[in-house]
């Protein structure tokens, strides 16, 4: 009975293609850099000390540094307050030992920390702090597509700062400031040829509805149309009367992130089959890499209203997420898509283990097969002469198969993947090595290309394959499955490269 009605569900495709696309269009037209972010509330230097009032420089700092991987804790929310506490003794006890309290410009405090003896990892590639607009007077930050810019920005490696000040309409410029963490915006996750209409931000000050606020842009060209302006400029319904952004401070790595050549994004998407009668309330799953991860983000396709519990393991190479499903139950026979996004120093390979829904009453099921996926391309000597080389995309897909299910069950789980190339390396020459669990099987390989990178929503419904090896099925466990990806002459390249070695293997347990 159990197979017949899994068997009905799957002669429904449509059906379940047009949920699964409003799903992902209900859930990723939201866009964040991480979700959760970190949120540093202001607090005393100590217990029995009063809080540092004018300290939201410091917090936004702080939660920019431990987006890009500093800091040490085993959560985002943890390496952030760190690095908070590191910077509220300097600023007591080195900068203003009087202990009065004073503001300062979140830049200042992004480049004291980054050269102070508390940044232990001095290899780490965010360090190019850079502020965009007007510091003194406070004019408002005039680029008439700054909203665009911001976001573009947080999709790209890069982490955001606002600063804000409010108007007055009198003989001076804005009053007053404030700072906080730009982390997202309610568009789509594609780069932005727009504006978009609303900013999604953490804040020292509030935590009204929870520690992310979202605010609507005013138009550029008719600023605070219910109060005093400044002239053009963002401003934001923060208050009654709109504050608008003076500048902004980025922190992004030392390379430039349009030629990938020192940070790299990696995807892995696994979908996974809850195959129980009885509903799931909990997912649970390991995923990790070779190096120390720098940022991250991690989601699922299912409605929860929940945000996932994260700890990181030390160091930072795996990730251990707990997803609360309470509130919406996956009933049996759904399917369930996990999205992994790293940001990571020159790697391109993600593991997911332990992977397992939980039940009601203690139930649990088996661990679902670990999957580990690595894509190894060969470099290119001399890649700084070749001015046209840039980097791209590779799309992998493939299924886990137990043989001895009957056949509408066999396949377990369903994988895509992104590897982004760099500048340096060859979009050609690929090589895919899949390593996995004896008993299980990997079939239905297929590779392509894009020079775009595409979402969760485009991941799935990718279709250009340039390489297919159809049914052919590839047993796991005994020793890695090493496929050649040549697409020698295929793809727009400049002549007389010289391809040379390729990178490590992938070394986790």
Known sequence: MK?????????SPFILLLASVLLVCFTSCTYM????????????????????????WMATASNMLAGAGYGTGTTLQGRAEDIYGDMVTWQTD???????????WTDTALSWWLSSANNTWTSNPYTVVTVYGNKTPRYPWANSNGARFIGNELRRCQFVGLSISWPTAGASIGERGHAITGWGDHSGKSTLTRNPSRVRLTDSDTDTGGDVQSYTYDSYTSPNPGGANEGNGWYIDYQDNHPYIKHIITL????????NKLTQKVVGSYKIHQSNKTSAIDLHYKVGTDVTILSYKTTIDWSTE?????????????????????????PFCNWVTITTEFILPTWNAIEYRDVKFTYPKGIESKFLPPIKW???TARIDRAETIRDVTGGYVIGSYNIVDP?????????????????????????????????????VATDIRVGHTYGFLDANELWRFKDWMTELGGREYPLGDRPVE?????????PYPEGEDVTGKIEPFRRK
């Not at 945000?307 to 996956?330: A, F, G, N, Q, Y």
Request: charged share 30%; proline share 11%.
């Open 306 to 330: 929940n945000l996932p519990s994260i700890t990181e393991e030390d160091p930072r190479r795996e990730l251990e997420v707990d997803w609360d499903l309470s509130d919406k139950p996956v």
């Open 33 to 56: 850099k991480m979700d959760p972010p970190a949120d540093v509330d202001k607090g005393p230097p100590v217990p029995t000390a009063p809080a540092i009032d004018n300290s939201c």
């Open 3 to 11: 197979n017949k009605s899994c068997m009905t569900v799957k002669k």
């Open 483 to 491: 496929i050649l990806v040549n697409w020698e002459g295929r793809l």
């Open 404 to 440: 001895q299910l009957p056949a509408e069950q066999r396949v377990v789980a369903e994988y895509r993947f992104i590897h982004q190339y760099s500048f340096n390396q060859s979009p050609e020459m690929h090589e895919l090595v899949l390593t996995g669990t004896r008993g299980y």
């Open 94 to 104: 080195v900068v203003n030992p009087t202990g009065k309290q004073v503001g300062g």
């Open 252 to 259: 992004c790595p030392t390379d430039d992130p349009s030629d």
């Open 374 to 376: 690595e894509m190894k």
